[in-house]
T-cell receptor
Framework: SQKIEQNSEALNIQEGKTATLTCNYT??????LQWYRQDPGRGPVFLLL?????KEKRKERLKVTFDTTLKQSLFHITASQPADSATYLC???????????FGKGTTLSVSS | EAGVAQSPRYKIIEKRQSVAFWCNPI?????LYWYQQILGQGPKLLIQ????????DSQLPKDRFSAERLKGVDSTLKIQPAKLEDSAVYLC??????????????FGEGSRLTVL
């Protein structure tokens, strides 16, 4: 069955450092991958989308890579700030237009 | 632009009772989703609508859950009778692209259900 794994449930880093979150998947061939941010008690908010034929996408301090050979995406937040503390979800989609499949999420805590 | 509206935000019921959640998507969004998010887990799709037709309800427990999207706009998700394991946040999302292909999802704030 399809499986999405996000590297760890929690990641603690210091302000100013780069946070790297990992999303691995098996038994799936996604056409694209999305990353969402979720704050406690709130719905997820879209951050970035990367397609299968793209290696890297950037948006301000965010960078996403997508390696379909390794079946892995890396999500980087550079110069992290306490305001970046949240749960980050990766989600996969395919060409059939079916709904996204979400991972469990990684909770990032950035301390000042 | 108004976001996805959901109500109620919180609901506490006893097992075997019924509950209904309402969602109003962003205007013009053809695709609407209901996801269930259990504490500590990622969202899990329950049902996907395109306009007022069902695209995917393969993970909807149809013996107790039902959903409809009348006139291709608002949607209601109902649980009857509720079980303890239904305690979760029910997230509604909408997408502008037909079939949801690559389109980002816009989520509501969710409806938190506690079943006692």
């Amino acid at each position: 069955s399809q499986k999405i794994e996000q590297n760890s449930e929690a990641l603690n880093i210091q302000e100013g450092k780069t946070a790297t979150l990992t999303c691995n998947y098996t038994n799936y061939s996604p056409a694209y991958l999305q990353w969402y941010r979720q704050d406690p008690g709130r719905g997820p908010v879209f951050l970035l989308l990367i397609r299968e034929n793209e290696k890297e996408k950037r948006k301000e301090r965010l960078k996403v890579t997508f390696d379909t050979t390794l079946k892995q995406s890396l999500f980087h937040i550079t110069a992290s700030q306490p305001a970046d503390s949240a749960t980050y979800l990766c989600a996969l989609g395919n060409q059939a237009g079916t709904a996204l499949i979400f991972g469990k999420g990684t909770t990032l805590s950035v301390s000042s | 632009e108004a976001g996805v509206a959901q109500s109620p935000r919180y609901k506490i019921i006893e097992k075997r009772q019924s509950v209904a959640f309402w969602c109003n998507p962003i205007s013009g969004h053809a695709t609407l989703y209901w996801y269930q998010q259990i504490l500590g887990q990622g969202p899990k799709l329950l049902i996907q609508f395109q306009n007022n037709g069902v695209v995917d309800d393969s993970q909807l427990p149809k013996d107790r859950f039902s959903a409809e999207r009348l006139k291709g706009v608002d949607s209601t998700l109902k649980i009857q009778p509720a079980k303890l394991e239904d305690s979760a946040v029910y997230l509604c999302a909408s997408s502008v692209l037909r079939g949801g292909n690559t389109g980002e999802l816009f989520f509501g704030e969710g409806s938190r259900l506690t079943v006692l």
